[in-house]
């Protein structure tokens, strides 16, 4: 089946840093989506993607649709301490609202 | 609030009782998603509603697995005789299926199993 693969798994980092993390899969999608939760909170949706090469921006959040179709980037600007959370990408093909999640990525900022 | 509802948020039982889980979705939204989330992975999606009808179902929904949506509003998920394999977060998700990106789903905060 289809499977989205995120790195890195994990990242520590200082508040002010920028982070970058990535998500590729083994097949086309016509969507990219990013979500980010919190602990025993279900998944928020930062940013949709609908075009190959488009970027588009959320605040500090910056997220590109790969040109191949098999991939995107979520960009973090001036990291703060509530960025921590779980970041996961997810890949949507069809009509429905069924999509395809990563692993995530979770991320811990240090003040 | 007008954001997706689930109840309850938590839920401890023994192995082999039968747990039912609720969702209320964003009023206007007719298309209602079940996913299923475990430790350290993503969600997976389980099954969807349009309105009162089930349209799709994982291979991950065994046959202890039910779901329904009798009214087109709310919708439960039923798991007959538990496992320990089922803990897990269950998270429901809607969006209006029409005029609007199919995508962009609105998960509630989840109902967290724990099979003891």
């Known amino acids: 089946g289809q499977q989205l693969n995120q790195s890195p798994q994990s990242m520590f980092i200082q508040e002010g840093e920028d982070v970058s993390m990535n998500c590729t899969s083994s097949?086309?999608?016509?969507?990219w989506l990013w979500y980010k939760q919190d602990p025993g909170e279900g998944p928020v949706l930062l940013i949709a993607?609908?075009?190959?090469?488009e970027l588009t921006s959320n605040g500090r959040l910056t997220a590109q649709f790969g040109i191949t179709r098999k991939d995107s980037f979520l960009n973090i600007s001036a990291s703060i301490p509530s960025d921590v959370g779980i970041y996961f990408c997810?890949?949507?093909?069809?009509?429905?609202?069924?999509?395809?999640f990563g692993q995530g990525t979770t991320l811990q900022v240090k003040p | 609030d007008t954001g997706v509802s689930q109840d309850p948020r938590h839920k401890i039982t023994k192995r082999g009782q039968n747990v039912t889980f609720r969702c209320d979705p964003i009023?206007?939204?007719?298309?209602l998603y079940w996913y299923r989330q475990t430790l350290g992975q993503g969600p997976e999606f389980l099954t969807y509603?349009?309105?009162?009808?089930?349209?799709?179902k994982s291979r991950l929904l065994s046959d202890r697995f039910s779901a329904e949506r009798p009214k087109g509003s709310f919708s439960t998920l039923e798991i007959q005789r538990t496992e320990q394999g089922d803990s897990a977060m269950y998270l429901c998700?809607?969006?209006?299926?029409?005029?609007?990106?199919?995508?962009?789903?609105?998960f509630g905060s989840g109902t967290q199993l724990s099979v003891l």
């Open positions: 997810a890949g949507h093909l069809g009509m429905t609202g069924k999509l395809i």
């Open positions: 009023s206007e939204h007719n298309r």
């Open positions: 097949s086309i999608f016509n969507t």
């Open positions: 998700a809607s969006h209006s299926g029409t005029g609007a990106r199919n995508e962009k789903l609105f």
């Open positions: 509603f349009q309105n009162e009808a089930q349209l799709e």
């Open positions: 993607l609908y075009k190959a090469g």
